[in-house]
Nanobody
């Protein structure tokens, strides 16, 4: 049981990217899904999450620039990123979340939030040129 993040790439400062999170062998429909990121030499950082009913939470560090949505008929969760900055460069991962794992407090505190992480897989790298 793994999720696959994709859609990363190289983008200029101020540019946009949309990341996708898919599951090949199970339905995401009943899961809350979270996105976190990690840059080389830095700690993990919470980014966003969305509940199974579509309630979204965005971390303060990216609020106003990132958005999250889900398309259950595509079995996909999307992370839309705009006005990208060099500090956004990282490998981005999506994960299933346990129980009530998608709340605002969690996305802003990844050390606590990580206890709610379920299954994740290979991330996708985002590079932002200055």
């Amino acid at each position: 049981v793994q999720l696959q993040a994709s859609g990363g790439g190289l983008v200029e400062t101020g540019g946009s990217l949309t990341l996708s999170c898919k599951a090949a062998d199970f339905s995401l429909e009943y899961y809350s899904i979270g996105w976190f990121r990690q840059a080389p030499g830095k700690a993990r950082e919470g980014v966003s999450c969305i509940t199974s009913s579509g309630i979204a939470h965005i971390a303060d560090v990216v609020k106003g620039r990132f958005g999250i949505s889900r398309e259950n008929d595509e079995n996909t969760v999307y992370l839309r990123m705009s006005d990208l900055k060099p500090d956004d460069a990282a490998t981005y991962y999506c994960t299933t979340l346990k129980g009530n794992g998608c709340i605002s407090a969690y996305v802003n505190n990844v050390e606590t939030w990580s206890l709610q992480f379920g299954s994740w897989g290979q991330g996708t790298q985002v590079t932002v040129s200055s």
